[in-house]
């Protein structure tokens, strides 16, 4: 007969800790050496594993500027076919108006009537676009808020390019008065600081300008209202003009000095709604000039350039700097940089989009 003997479990003598302390509620733990040692390891894994592979494990971030209409009573656009200004024979006015419409119409606040319908309805209307044209009688007559004339001062094609590019809003209401630089920013506020410095110049330019403009002589009576009547339209459209004082009739001096209708800062600030419509004053200059020249070797357009690439998100080999070897890349970015700046001089800015990007390309085999 077997006796059967009770199982122990076995303890090696020497490796058998001795008996911990307690105390009143939970037994001490004490951590283990090799415990410690794997979680060190671990980190230094880790950061090695970061450091070999760089910044391919961290994604970038991006602002991408954001754009608007910021004038709601200009929503239907009209674009004619680009006149050719430049010394270069083969530009196509036509080719760059459908630039300027596709960039144009991606911005929210437009409808843009298609260049292809707006030159079939002038033929049929049997207007001839010369020089005494009247945009503005054309413009009600396509059935459009506003109609942009445009024309192309300056193209060079090859390294390092170059494009030129002028265009003039007719507003089919002769009621709207020019819409200087710098309306509409935030002065006065928080932000403005945060205006770019090329806008502020522009706005203090054109205040300059409209002020110059008072003390210019002019034929027949200098106190006739009529002399200073667009004038004092460029002012209502900046805002309508600050008084600063007391009121005064055009040629009649104000209250602190200065003449009736002086145009000043104030004017880029737009004014709240009023109880009762304004005085209708027509004029037939275009509410919008905007005249720019961009060089393929400047700083700051290559950086645009970059930019521009970037959020396009374009699967052709050559990076952004291909675009400057591409005529019609670089004429569409030109017509890019050209609505941005127009609007964005004007309010037409709003808040930019935060992005993260990896920088492995989906298209990277």
Not at 119 to 134: A, H, N, P, S, Y
Not at 292 to 312: K, P, V, W
Not at 325 to 343: G, K, N, V
Request: negative net charge; charged residues 25%.
């Amino acid at each position: 007969m077997r006796i059967e003997r009770e199982k122990q479990p076995f303890r090696n003598p020497v490796r058998q800790s001795p008996a911990r302390p307690t105390t009143g509620r939970h037994p001490i733990r004490i951590r283990s050496s090799h415990r410690f040692g794997r979680g060190y390891a671990a980190a230094c894994l880790g950061v090695f594993v970061t450091l070999f592979l760089g910044c391919a494990a961290i994604p970038t971030k991006l602002c991408q500027p954001s754009y608007h209409n910021p004038f709601p009573q200009l929503h239907r656009v009209a674009i004619l076919p680009f006149f050719n200004l430049s010394e270069n024979p083969h530009v196509d006015g036509e080719r760059v108006a459908l630039l300027y419409f596709e960039e144009m119409q991606a911005i929210p606040g437009f409808e843009i009537l298609p260049v292809g319908v707006t030159q079939r309805k002038v033929e049929d209307l049997g207007v001839d676009l010369t020089e005494g044209t009247d945009y503005q009688e054309l413009a009600r007559r396509l059935n459009v808020d506003v109609l942009l004339i445009g024309a192309v001062t300056d193209f060079h094609p090859y390294y390092p390019p170059r494009m030129g590019l002028t265009v003039r809003w007719y507003a089919a209401n002769p009621g709207f008065h020019p819409i200087p630089p710098g309306y509409g920013l935030p002065w006065g506020t928080s932000r403005e600081e945060y205006i770019p410095k090329s806008f502020a110049w522009e706005a203090e330019f054109a205040l300059a300008r409209e002020q110059l403009e008072t003390q210019t002589p002019t034929p027949g009576d200098p106190n006739r209202p009529g002399a200073l009547a667009r004038e004092a339209g460029e002012g209502q459209a900046a805002g309508g003009e600050a008084d600063g004082g007391d009121e005064a009739p055009w040629g009649g001096i104000r209250a602190d000095g200065l003449p009736g209708g002086w145009p000043d800062p104030t004017g880029f600030i737009p004014d709240g709604p009023q109880p009762v419509r304004p005085p209708y004053r027509g004029q037939r200059e275009p509410i919008i000039r905007q005249t720019r020249i961009y060089h393929g070797n400047d700083l700051d357009l290559t950086r645009m350039l970059e930019d521009y690439y970037e959020f396009r998100d374009d699967a052709r080999f050559g990076g952004w700097q291909a675009y400057l070897q591409r005529s019609d890349d670089f004429m569409r970015f030109c017509c890019y940089a050209h609505i941005t700046e127009t609007l964005a001089s004007r309010g037409g800015v709003g808040e930019p989009k935060v992005l993260w990007r990896w920088p492995i390309s989906r298209y990277d085999p």
